[in-house]
């Protein structure tokens, strides 16, 4: 199985929701925007927006499943502001998103991107 996808679901044992729970919430933290954030850069148009109005930041990774190597592997990360962090682990088909949010400091989303 793939070592991130290991660091990521451990993640989610010890912060129940998706959430930081350690951390306090900062009203007002910009946030990085980016819809395929990988290596530590977008690959398209990077962008902020605000934590403001009971908004979080979130760094959603995608992981594909090969037939071939019968393993999860990292496709990309996709940064953005949400009301709601939603399920800490979504299975699809073929996919597996991994969500984790946070507002504790300015482009915080980009720390948890699992890239």
């Known amino acids: ?5 290991l660091l990521g679901l451990s993640l989610f044992c010890l912060l129940p929701g998706g959430e930081p729970s350690l951390r ?8 990085s925007v980016c819809q395929r954030f990988k ?6 148009t990077l962008d902020t927006c605000s934590t403001r109005l ?10 594909q499943y090969s037939e071939e190597t019968k393993e999860w592997s990292f496709t990309h990360s996709k940064l953005d502001c949400v009301e709601e962090c939603g399920k800490p682990i979504i299975l699809l088909a073929w996919y ?20």
């Open 1 to 5: 199985m793939d070592k991130m996808f």
């Open 24 to 31: 306090r919430r900062i009203p007002g933290v910009m946030c």
């Open 39 to 44: 290596k530590g850069s977008c690959l398209h």
């Open 54 to 63: 009971k908004k979080v930041c979130r760094s959603q990774s995608y992981y």
């Open 96 to 115: 597996r998103v991994v969500n984790v949010c946070c507002s504790d400091k300015n482009k915080c989303n980009e720390d948890y991107s699992l890239a």
